[in-house]
Every structure is written in structure tokens, then in C-alpha cells.
């Protein structure tokens, strides 16, 4: 009798040591095992996309926190500095210029919700020059001129961007001619830029000056010589807070957030 009582003691035991530990294995499970992916965890919408629109998305982004308490943490540059880490935790991506996301969607489709893309604000090209216009650059004519240096950008949403406007006037051959330096970014273009001084335009976004006003003039074109591209937005397939996101977008909209574009360039 003392024998059964015994085993039958034992078996219970086992049985309940089993379950606690199989609690405890349960318990411990990382949070991210629940959540991969995922910046719902740490509540952050995080938004990535080229360093043109920067200064007014990330300027909104501050207004639209400290309206609703929602962090917006944005990144921008060139798209191989964050494309990795985009492809796990973003929730919005955006463009220098339409033609750019597409190209963004048509290298990494698994990323975009194409039926949330939407147009924010256009912005001019205009031509960027040396402080005090040393050499006098008040047209695209001018860029034709013998000893004139000219830095172009062939991508980052410029690409063909000073060709369209040549183009319109005659100019392709001359400022063909003139072009010193073509490099593949933006920030390749403001490091080439700052070090070489003998660089004296660079055909680019108005916006640009507005980022690099100590070294820098702008001359802007008249109006029916400007060429405008647009800066798409949207959401990412991945994103788990779409409510929140679209929300951001959507301020993005807003009369308040257009007044911000305007201050850094944009029409």
C-alpha cells in the first residue's frame, strides 16, 4: 500500500514539474519573437527615403509629434545607407522625385503599398553657384560660356534633370560640354562641391540651397524655364502601424506642412 501511495506521490510530481517548466519556457519568450520586424513595440512610426526632402519632412515630423505624441523618426541619404535596416522596421518611404520611387518599387516590390502612394509638394530646378557668383551665372545660357565648370548629379532624382531644361532651349551641347563632373548622389555632389573649389554650377533642385546656404547662391530661373518633379510618399507593406503612418501622411498634407515645404524650396 505505502508502495502505490509512493508512486503515486511521485507521478504527481513529475507531472507538475513538467508543466511549471514548460510555464517558465513560455514566460521567457523574447518580445520580439512575437513582434519581428515590427516598431510597434517601441512605438515609432519610422520613415526612410533620399536626403533631398530631409529638412521639411523631418521638420513636420517634429510638428506632428508634439501635436499627437507620436515619435516619427525619419532617415534619410543615399538608399544603400539604410536599406537594410528599412527592410525591417519601416513604415513609410518617400522620394526625391516620382521616376525615383518607381525605381525604388520596381528593385525592392515586396516593400511598397503602391495603392497608398500619394504626392506631397513639386519643387524647381535652379542653378547653384559659387558665393557672390563669381561668374556672373544668370541664365542657362550662361552655362555654355568657355571656363565655365559644371558639377551634375545623373541620379538621385535628378537624373536627365538639366538635359529636360537644355533641352527646351538649344543648350544640350553646350552645357554637354561644360559638364566637369558627374557623379551618382547628391551627397557625393555637396562633398565634390565643398572640396573642389573650381566646380562653378551645379543644375539641381532650388531646394538644395536652402540646405547649403553658406556655400552656395541660387539663381533661380524664370518661371516658364523651370522644370518641377514632384516627391512621392507612401506606406510599406510591412508597417503594422498603417492607422498611425497614414495619419503622418496625411499631416503631411495639411496647409501647415505645405508652408514648411515652401520655407525649404518647394512650390
Given at each position: 500500500m505505502k508502495k502505490i501511495v509512493f508512486l503515486s506521490a511521485?507521478?504527481?510530481?513529475?507531472?507538475?514539474?513538467?508543466?511549471?517548466?514548460?510555464?517558465?519556457?513560455?514566460d521567457r519568450k523574447p518580445a520580439s519573437q512575437a513582434t519581428p520586424n515590427s516598431s510597434q513595440s517601441d512605438h515609432v512610426i519610422r520613415v526612410y527615403g533620399p536626403g533631398g526632402p530631409l529638412g521639411p519632412i523631418k521638420e513636420a515630423a517634429e510638428h506632428f509629434s508634439a501635436?499627437?505624441?507620436?515619435?516619427?523618426?525619419?532617415?534619410?541619404?543615399?538608399?544603400?545607407n539604410w536599406i537594410g535596416q528599412a527592410k525591417q522596421d519601416a513604415d513609410i518611404i518617400f522620394?526625391?522625385?516620382?521616376?525615383?520611387?518607381?525605381?525604388?518599387?520596381?528593385?525592392h516590390p515586396e516593400m511598397i503599398d503602391t495603392k497608398s502612394r500619394t504626392e506631397l509638394y513639386p519643387r524647381a530646378a535652379g542653378i547653384l553657384v559659387r558665393k557672390g557668383n563669381p561668374k556672373k551665372i544668370e541664365s542657362l545660357e550662361d552655362l555654355t560660356k568657355n571656363g565655365v565648370k559644371i558639377l551634375d548629379v545623373n541620379g538621385a532624382g535628378q537624373l536627365g534633370l538639366w538635359e529636360d531644361m537644355a533641352g527646351r532651349k538649344g543648350l544640350i551641347e553646350g552645357i554637354s560640354q561644360n559638364i566637369n563632373l558627374s557623379v551618382k548622389s547628391s551627397a557625393e555632389a555637396i562633398e565634390r562641391w565643398k572640396s573642389n573649389s573650381s566646380l562653378d554650377a551645379w543644375i539641381t533642385y532650388e531646394s538644395w540651397h536652402y540646405r547649403l546656404q553658406d556655400?552656395?547662391?541660387?539663381?533661380?530661373?524664370?518661371?516658364?524655364?523651370?522644370?518641377y518633379r514632384g516627391t512621392p510618399i507612401a506606406l510599406t507593406k510591412i508597417t503594422d502601424q498603417k492607422k498611425e503612418a497614414q495619419q503622418f501622411i496625411d499631416y503631411l498634407k495639411t496647409e501647415e506642412s505645405h508652408q514648411i515645404f515652401q520655407k525649404w524650396g518647394w512650390k
Open positions: 511521485l507521478f504527481l510530481f513529475v507531472i507538475t514539474a513538467a508543466g511549471l517548466s514548460a510555464y517558465a519556457k513560455m501635436e499627437t505624441g507620436i515619435k516619427v523618426v525619419v532617415t534619410a541619404g543615399p538608399e544603400g522620394g526625391g522625385s516620382e521616376y525615383m520611387l518607381q525605381d525604388f518599387i520596381f528593385n556655400v552656395t547662391d541660387l539663381v533661380e530661373l524664370p518661371e516658364e524655364e523651370k522644370l
